[in-house]
Structures are given as structure tokens and as C-alpha cells.
């Protein structure tokens, strides 16, 4: 194996409760590259706003796992966080803890070294997540990055 870490920045669409949000997402993890597989603590940043324009933060952290086959990558995990947005009618935040789990596939566009761990990467992700206000999010998203 070979010591790993990543990161990524991209887009995503979020609908929070059926409201739809845009948002723009940064990924930071550290783990290890097997030859067939990839495990990573990750730290999830989201910022964006909703339809009705008000403020949304997702702060998460969790674990992703991911198969490889030669240069595409199938995987999923889990994720803890804190979802804020600004309220309609007062000067404060909504926050809410949540759990979810998601799905993703990548590929790695150009991958060198070692077992080739190190590689820029393009990654599709599907997020759904449940908050404790009941709050249902599901978050596709596209992301651009790199694994060293």
C-alpha cells in the first residue's frame, strides 16, 4: 500500500427538504492506495444557496472507500456533519447533525508512481443524507482533483 492524500473541488445541486440549493464543494482526505482499493478519511466542506437565496454550509466528516478497475474507481461511505442555513425570519442559522452515505465513480484521467497512486482525478458522487430536523438532502454532485 501507499500513503495517500486527496482532494477535489466541485459543483453540486443539493435539494434540502425539496428545495433546491447550487453549491460549490472541497473534499480533503488521507488514506491509503492498495492496488485494487482506496480508503479515505475525509473532511467535506459545502457552501452554496438555496432558490429562495439564503445561505447554506455543510461541514462534514467521514470515511470513503473505492474499488479500482485499472483507471475507474467505484466506491461509497459514510459522513457525520452539520448543515447550516440562514433563516427567512430571523438574523441567525438553522443548524442541524446529520448522517448519509453516498455512492461515487471516477476515473482517474492521468495516474503515475507506485501502484499508480498518484493520478488527477474526475469523480461523479450521488449524497443522501438524513438531519435531525428531518430534513432529507440529496446532492449530486461532479468534481475535479488529485490523489498524491
Same mark, same amino acid.
Given at each position: 500500500?501507499?500513503?495517500?492524500?486527496?482532494?477535489?473541488?466541485?459543483?453540486?445541486?443539493?435539494?434540502?427538504?425539496?428545495?433546491?440549493?447550487?453549491?460549490?464543494?472541497?473534499?480533503?482526505?488521507?488514506?491509503?492506495?492498495?492496488?485494487?482499493?482506496?480508503?479515505?478519511? =475525509?473532511?467535506?466542506?459545502? #457552501?452554496? &444557496?438555496?432558490?429562495?437565496? $439564503? !445561505? /447554506?454550509?455543510?461541514?462534514?466528516?467521514?470515511?470513503? %472507500?473505492?474499488?479500482?478497475?485499472?483507471?475507474?474507481?467505484?466506491?461509497?461511505?459514510?459522513?457525520?456533519?452539520? =448543515?447550516?442555513?440562514?433563516? #427567512?425570519? &430571523?438574523?441567525?442559522?438553522? $443548524? !442541524? /447533525?446529520?448522517?448519509?452515505?453516498?455512492?461515487?465513480? %471516477?476515473?482517474?484521467?492521468?495516474?503515475?508512481?507506485?501502484?499508480?497512486?498518484?493520478?488527477?482525478?474526475?469523480?461523479?458522487?450521488?449524497?443522501?443524507?438524513?438531519?435531525?430536523?428531518?430534513?432529507?438532502?440529496?446532492?449530486?454532485?461532479?468534481?475535479?482533483?488529485?490523489?498524491?
Amino acid at each position: 500500500y501507499v500513503l495517500s492524500f486527496k482532494g477535489d473541488v466541485g459543483v453540486t445541486g443539493m435539494f434540502v427538504s425539496g428545495i433546491p440549493a447550487t453549491a460549490a464543494r472541497v473534499n480533503l482526505g488521507f488514506g491509503v492506495v492498495r492496488k485494487e482499493s482506496m480508503h479515505h478519511a =475525509l473532511v467535506e466542506v459545502v #457552501v452554496g &444557496r438555496t432558490e429562495a437565496d $439564503r !445561505s /447554506l454550509r455543510d461541514f462534514r466528516l467521514g470515511y470513503e %472507500g473505492s474499488l479500482r478497475f485499472g483507471i475507474v474507481r467505484l466506491g461509497g461511505g459514510f459522513d457525520a456533519g452539520i =448543515l447550516s442555513i440562514s433563516r #427567512v425570519t &430571523r438574523p441567525t442559522n438553522q $443548524r !442541524s /447533525l446529520g448522517l448519509g452515505v453516498h455512492a461515487q465513480a %471516477g476515473l482517474d484521467l492521468y495516474a503515475w508512481g507506485e501502484l499508480e497512486a498518484h493520478a488527477i482525478t474526475l469523480d461523479v458522487r450521488m449524497d443522501a443524507f438524513l438531519h435531525a430536523s428531518a430534513s432529507g438532502v440529496f446532492a449530486p454532485s461532479a468534481a475535479l482533483g488529485f490523489r498524491y
